[in-house]
Structures are given as structure tokens and as C-alpha cells.
């Protein structure tokens, strides 16, 4: 039994070290042919893979965080 939203698949490396994304992992995080994927790696706990607009969305957004805090902080 599984965790609602949680998933695990598998993929092979083949020789020019490339994977294939399971089918049914492209459907759910909805990776099209084309898209960037960002490779997030640690050496203890492994690899993770994003999309790549998606962080960068994640990111903008801390940064416009960041942004409102330091005018906030000039207003004073």
C-alpha cells in the first residue's frame, strides 16, 4: 500500500548513460518531450529530478520573498 501522492518507479542507465522517465511519471508530473529537468544531486541521500520551470518558479518566488522583506525593513 502506498502513500496517497507518493510513488517509486524504476529506470535502466543505458550506455551513453541516458534513462527513460516511466510513462506512467511523465503522466503524473506531466513532462512533455522537450522539457528541461533539473538533476539535484547529494552524495548521502541521491538524485532528484525537477522540472526545471518549476524551480525556477520556487525560486522567484524566495527571491520576491527576500525582496519584500528588505522593503519592509527600508521603510522603517
Known amino acids: 500500500m502506498s502513500a496517497k501522492g507518493k510513488y517509486a518507479w524504476t529506470a535502466k542507465v ?5 534513462i527513460i522517465i516511466p510513462k506512467e511519471a511523465r503522466d503524473v508530473f506531466e513532462i512533455k518531450s522537450g522539457d528541461t529537468l533539473l538533476l539535484l544531486g547529494d552524495t ?5 529530478i525537477v ?15 527576500q525582496r519584500g522583506i528588505k522593503d519592509e525593513s527600508n521603510k522603517m
Not at 548521502?44 to 532528484?48: F, P, T, V, Y
Not at 522540472?51 to 520573498?65: M, P, Q, R, T, Y
Request: proline residues 0%; without cysteine.
Open 44 to 48: 548521502e541521500r541521491g538524485i532528484a
Open 14 to 18: 543505458g550506455e551513453k548513460g541516458q
Open 51 to 65: 522540472k526545471n520551470e518549476d524551480f525556477l518558479k520556487f525560486a522567484n518566488e524566495i527571491f520576491d520573498a
